[in-house]
């Protein structure tokens, strides 16, 4: 499985941004889809997850300011991220995770800037 991300950029505090992740590949393997983030001196932390029914989770921290969604059709997901704050300023990570393997696309780079 490849994993294609796009989407980040700069954005003010407030602001919105839409992320990318196209999958392409054994796709038909995987089980969830999941975006990452890795802040400037933190670990990296789940963000957001789906399931092939489209079942959504959310970390605390975003729940009600960010929306992951999937289009089977073009085999990509979303993280439309609303209401950005400072501290979501991290390098975004696309996932895929099958029974047994996990894949990784590159990240992308998100700055909220006050």
């Known amino acids: 499985v490849q994993l294609q991300a796009s989407g980040g950029g700069l954005v003010q505090a407030g602001g919105s941004l839409r992320l990318s992740c196209a999958a392409s590949?054994?796709?038909?393997?995987?089980?969830?889809m999941r975006w990452y983030r890795r802040a400037p001196g933190k670990q990296r932390e789940l963000v957001a997850q789906?399931?092939?029914?489209?079942?959504?989770y959310y970390a605390e921290s975003v729940k009600g300011r960010f929306s992951i969604s999937r289009d089977n059709a073009d085999n990509t997901i979303y993280l439309q991220m609303d209401s950005l704050k400072n501290e979501d300023t991290a390098v975004y990570y696309c996932?895929?995770?099958?029974?047994?393997?996990?894949?990784w696309g590159q990240g992308t780079l998100v700055t909220v800037s006050s």
């Open positions: 590949g054994t796709i038909f393997t995987i089980i969830y």
């Open positions: 996932n895929a995770r099958s029974r047994d393997t996990n894949y």
């Open positions: 789906i399931d092939t029914h489209s079942t959504a």
